[in-house]
């Protein structure tokens, strides 16, 4: 009877010996956190029995690659589960095409659809074919929107 609680007693401290020399997941989980927040501060991960979980957005796949190869080189990560979404970036409008767009859905609105519109550095250039008392109506619907500089080329 000795015998086997010392037997008991030597596998219940085997046991607490190995499952406290496991990796803790809050660790681990500030250590992939770092890893990541340079190259790819969209991406978010919790630890769970050192299984990372890695979520957020990249704007390629490369990247979300990436991140997932960065989380598997962080020390005592077992495995990593990837679902961190591509978003392709939203391409910047410039402020005169921002312009030229609010100018032309102005004039297409007041009925004004043989007027072509360009716009550089602010300054509007209005050409195309319309009698000269629309064109005083167009000019006024152009002055209600900010612009520099208003130049008729209608004819």
Request: hydrophobic letters at 40%.
């Amino acid at each position: 009877m000795k015998k086997f609680l010392f037997i008991c007693a030597v596998l219940m401290f085997t046991g607490l010996t190995f499952n406290s020399c496991s990796p803790d997941d809050a660790v681990t989980q500030g250590q992939v956190r770092n890893a990541l927040l340079s190259r790819y501060p969209g991406v978010s991960c919790s630890v769970r029995n050192s299984i990372v979980a890695l979520s957020g957005t990249v704007d390629s796949e490369e990247a979300r690659v990436g991140a997932e190869e960065l989380a598997k080189g962080v020390k005592n990560v077992k495995s990593v589960v990837n679902e961190i979404e591509v978003v392709e970036p939203v391409a910047a409008v410039s402020p005169d095409e921002s312009l030229k767009t609010a100018i032309s859905v102005a004039l297409g609105d007041a009925g004004f659809k043989d007027v072509w519109v360009e716009v550089k550095d602010e300054e509007v250039t209005l050409s195309g074919k319309v009698s000269k008392a629309d064109q005083k109506k167009v000019l006024d619907v152009v002055k209600g929107i900010k612009t520099k500089k208003v130049i008729n080329d209608m004819k």
